[in-house]
């Protein structure tokens, strides 16, 4: 069965940097694009970015762009998010999501991680 | 980057249907047939519920549906049950390769 497990999530000081890794399995990842959401405490679902299949292109949301960075290593089924200068704001559950489209992107997540907690506080 | 509007709460007896609106702009709902419902239930990830608008994934009760007119795409769950209380949230393709989800609705079964 499809699952997405996220890892890497803690407490980090403002300003410092964490990266974030989700583990795919069950489905054939290097076909599908993969999303970062976040929800922060008590809050709302947010998009933060997205990667094409190859990993050819990427794209953010603006609250992130500058700052954070998706990858993937195919061969390791893993997707990443680097996120550098991180602030109090940042402090949210970040999920990986599989975009529902493949090859083609459907620009709406079908399986969900469980999340990892990222706390940014001093 | 604007969020979609959703109300905040929304009740409903069992055996009621209700509808959550989902309002966007014409460069968001209005321009993709791409909205996506999730329900989450606390300490959970977001499961899909509703795909492309109105189609349901597998396994999914068809309790639930959706639909859209212009701007605002809308959820609609009948024949209500205690297990359908969870927060929802509307999600829907915004352009230029970025997705905008609503502010969620919290649904509560009286």
């Known amino acids: 069965q499809v699952q997405l497990v996220e890892s890497g999530g803690g407490v980090v000081q403002p300003g410092r940097s964490l990266r974030l890794s989700c583990a795919a399995s069950?489905?054939?990842?290097?076909?599908?694009?993969i999303h970062w959401v976040r929800q922060a405490p008590g809050k709302g679902l947010e998009w933060v970015a997205v990667?094409?299949?190859?990993?050819?292109?990427?794209n953010y949301a603006d609250s992130v762009k500058g700052r954070f960075t998706m990858s993937r290593d195919n061969s390791k089924n893993t997707l990443y998010l680097q996120m550098n200068s991180l602030g109090v704001e940042d402090t949210a559950v970040y999920y990986c999501?599989?975009?529902?489209?493949?090859?083609?992107?459907?620009?709406?997540?079908?399986?969900w991680g469980q999340g990892t907690l990222v706390t940014v506080s001093s | 980057q604007s969020a979609l509007t959703q109300p905040a709460s929304v009740s409903g007896s069992p055996g009621q249907s209700i509808t959550i609106s989902c309002t966007g702009t014409?460069?968001?709902?209005?321009?993709?047939?791409?909205v996506s419902w999730y329900q989450q239930r606390p300490g959970k990830a977001p499961q899909l519920m509703i795909y492309?608008?109105?189609k349901r994934p597998s396994g999914v009760s068809d309790r639930f549906s959706g639909s859209k007119s212009g701007n605002t795409a809308s959820l609609t769950i009948s024949g209500l049950q205690a297990e359908d209380e969870a927060e929802y949230y509307c999600?829907?393709?915004?352009?230029?390769?970025?997705?905008?989800f609503g502010g969620g609705t919290k649904l509560t079964v009286l």
């Open positions: 999501a599989r975009d529902a489209g493949g090859f083609s992107s459907r620009w709406y997540p079908d399986y």
């Open positions: 069950g489905f054939t990842s290097s076909s599908y694009g």
């Open positions: 990667i094409w299949y190859d990993g050819s292109n990427k």
């Open positions: 014409n460069s968001d709902i209005g321009n993709y047939n791409l």
């Open positions: 492309e608008g109105s």
């Open positions: 999600c829907s393709y915004a352009g230029r390769s970025t997705v905008a």
